[in-house]
């Protein structure tokens, strides 16, 4: 699925933790668990008609279980939140309950779309049973949207005809051409609402014509590309001369990147970049001064920690040379459940009204958001 096999440029964040400044911030928790659904995880947020719109996924006890929700909760000033409510529960597959997962959000105009992705374990992995057919995944592996134009009442859910999973939710390039962000499947469309015209591409094996990019396909793309690391969890930003750089997770100490000359529609080869990371996704932006932003946890040691997490700008989008504290204290898991490890998971980020909120769960349990104000950067 690649395009010209041009070297990618070498993105790197080398530097010494110790000269990180601490930036003020403040916080605010959105969800803390009772007894029962005590998962959360795959946090996102927009801005829409002066509000603040969070949603994550919401599980009993374990990550990405049958059953598992998507929560939704709102704020006029980012830092007091609503009481969360299902945006979408309850959804039963052909033999399970689907698990549903928050996909992020895309507004067009007058109206705000959530993102979710879907699938269904098969009956045979959740007996623990060996699968006959080493290259079945889940199944029923899609991409639902629901909309709104008032913040409150919600349509659909509309199936996009894509089997993915997105990491985060359409970004728009320098063109206004939307891309998903998946794990190696970057659909694009030229719609501007994200709702229709949506065209498969990535970086997936080229004989996988219905290759489903989600928890089970990264493996399976892994194994038949003959990549050393699995790739999954991308994020993109677009540099000047119209390069689109998709850094992605690997499960090490560095991240790979692919890149795209042709706005998207087709990727490199992925390679290994010089960017330090914890074994966790990240989100890529771009400030209005136009400096390049990263937001997660680079720390590589102790892998799996995610802890501190930290906010690195570029003046290129190559180099990453200035590093601030976002947050470093240290959180452990109150309820058992399966893969509940690190602290900081899965930020995204926002610009708004003058701050920089970032959204992440807390040891896959809690939700928080912080906010740093863009004139201390």
Not at 42 to 53: I, K
Request: one cysteine or more; a negative charge.
């Amino acid at each position: 699925m690649g395009s010209s096999e041009t070297m990618p440029s070498l993105i790197t964040n080398t530097h010494d933790p110790s000269s990180r400044l601490r930036l003020p911030v403040e916080t605010a928790w959105l969800y803390t668990p009772g007894a029962e659904w005590t998962y959360s995880h795959h946090p996102h947020l927009a801005a829409f008609y002066g509000r603040l719109y969070a949603i994550w996924s919401n599980g009993l006890r374990d990550e990405d279980a049958p059953g598992q929700r998507v929560l939704l909760a709102t704020s006029e000033d980012g830092l007091c939140w609503s009481e969360p409510v299902p945006l979408l529960e309850g959804c039963r597959g052909v033999a399970w309950p689907l698990v549903l997962t928050a996909a992020g959000f895309h507004r067009y105009g007058e109206t705000l779309t959530a993102y979710i992705g879907k699938y269904e374990y098969r009956p045979e992995a959740l007996r623990g049973e060996e699968r006959a057919d080493a290259d079945a995944g889940h199944c029923d592996t899609g991409l639902w949207a629901m909309t709104t134009t008032d913040g409150v009442s919600w349509s659909g859910p509309v199936d996009l005809g894509l089997r993915v999973v997105p990491n985060h939710g359409p970004q728009a390039t320098l063109t206004g051409r939307l891309i998903i962000s998946g794990n190696t499947a970057f659909p694009y469309t030229d719609d501007p609402t994200g709702l229709t015209g949506w065209r498969m591409t990535g970086v997936y094996p080229a004989d996988y014509p219905n290759y489903a990019d989600d928890s089970e396909g990264i493996w399976l793309a892994q194994r038949h590309t003959g990549w050393p690391v699995v790739l999954c969890e991308g994020s993109f930003y677009a540099t000047d001369d119209g390069v689109l750089h998709m850094l992605l997770r690997t499960n090490t100490e560095r991240l790979w990147v692919t890149e795209s000359r042709d706005d998207g529609a087709t990727w490199s080869t992925p390679m290994p970049t010089e960017f330090s990371d914890n074994a966790t996704k990240f989100h890529f932006g771009r400030l209005p001064d136009g400096r390049y932003y990263y937001v997660g946890c680079p720390d590589a040691e102790p892998l799996w920690q995610r802890n501190p997490l930290v906010l690195s700008l570029s003046e290129d989008g190559i180099c990453f040379t200035r590093h601030y504290l976002l947050a470093d204290s240290d959180y452990a898991p109150t309820t058992p459940g399966m893969h509940k490890g690190g602290i900081y998971g899965y930020p995204h980020t926002l610009l708004y009204d003058g701050y920089l909120y970032t959204i992440v769960s807390i040891c896959k349990e809690r939700v928080l958001v912080l906010r740093a104000a863009l004139s201390d950067l």
